[in-house]
C-alpha cells in the first residue's frame, strides 16, 4: 500500500493547515490509516487514525477538538484537517497503514509514506 503525504508548511500559530495521503492499491479498503508525527528530540507518536471502510476516528488527546480525520472514497486520499495550531504541534507528519480494524490501537502500522514538515511559529 504504497502512501505519499502532502501539504506541509509553515503556519503561524492559531493558524489550519490539511494534510493530504494519496493511497496507492486497492486493497486499502480493509485497514486502517493513520497519522502519525516526530518532533526533534522525540518519540514519534500516534496523532489520529480512521477505519477506511466504516469511518470510525480516533485521536490522541492532545489533538482532539483541533484536528480531524478523514477520507475520500472516490480519490483514494486521506487527509488530516488541523485547526488551532499551537507551536508544539510542530513535527513531521507521516500516513500511515495497516490491515484491520482497530483504529484506536497505534501499534500494528506496516506501511509509511514519507513525512511532510508541519512547522507552526510567528
Known amino acids: 500500500v504504497p502512501l505519499a503525504a502532502f501539504w506541509g508548511g509553515l503556519v503561524q500559530p492559531g493558524g489550519s493547515l490539511r494534510l493530504s495521503c494519496a493511497v496507492s492499491?486497492?486493497?486499502?479498503?480493509?485497514?486502517?490509516m493513520g497519522w502519525f508525527r516526530q518532533a526533534p528530540g522525540k518519540e514519534r507518536e500516534f496523532v489520529a487514525g480512521?477505519?477506511?471502510?466504516?469511518?470510525?476516528?480516533y485521536y490522541a488527546d492532545s489533538v482532539k477538538g483541533r484536528f480531524t480525520i478523514s477520507r475520500d472514497n472516490a480519490k483514494n486520499t486521506m487527509y488530516l484537517q488541523m485547526n488551532g495550531l499551537k507551536p508544539e504541534d510542530t513535527a513531521v507528519y507521516y500516513c500511515a497503514a495497516k490491515p484491520g480494524n482497530s483504529g484506536g490501537d497505534p501499534r500494528g502500522y506496516i506501511y509509511w509514506g514519507q513525512g511532510t514538515q508541519v512547522t507552526v511559529s510567528s
Open positions: 492499491g486497492s486493497a486499502f479498503s480493509n485497514y486502517v
Open positions: 480512521i477505519v477506511w471502510s466504516g469511518g470510525s476516528t
